[in-house]
């Protein structure tokens, strides 16, 4: 018999947190499986904000318990209308930070790849960005491994 030693791997985001399990862009959406990791929830929102500004969009999930898959339409990320119904109106640039709000009135939770041996995926994971109508649309892990959304109006 032999022993496989246990690895801890150090989670920064406390002792309840949104797991990105897996990332896929493709077909004009970007797909998320997540996990909670320290908590369940029977129903939970992907909550978009747009850095820097007030106001949010909501998207259903489906799942329960720990896991639960979101489908993100490009057209909602790249829709001008304010942060409420889409992209920033007049900005070429702008950012979404995704977190996970389970909808029993826990604090929602910034989405993130913590619980592998992996740091500093921002400059090791890379997701092909998409375009819908004149935007680009690219999923990345920011220098704290949370991921985040980059879009951008115009020519690559």
Known sequence: MH???????????GPHHAEVAEVWPRDGQILLWLTLAGAEAEQADLVLEVRGRDGEMRLPTTGCGSRFEAR?????????????????EG????????HLAPRTGRERLRLGRHLDDVRGKKGIF??????????????YFTVKDNLSIRCHRGPR
């Open 126 to 139: 890379v997701y092909p960005a998409q375009r819908t109508e004149d935007t680009w649309v690219e999923p």
């Open 3 to 13: 022993s496989v030693p246990v690895r801890t791997a150090p989670c920064t985001s």
């Open 91 to 98: 900005d070429r640039e702008w950012v979404w930070d995704l």
């Open 72 to 88: 993100i339409p490009l057209v909602r990320l790249a829709a001008p209308g304010g942060p409420r119904t889409g992209a920033p």
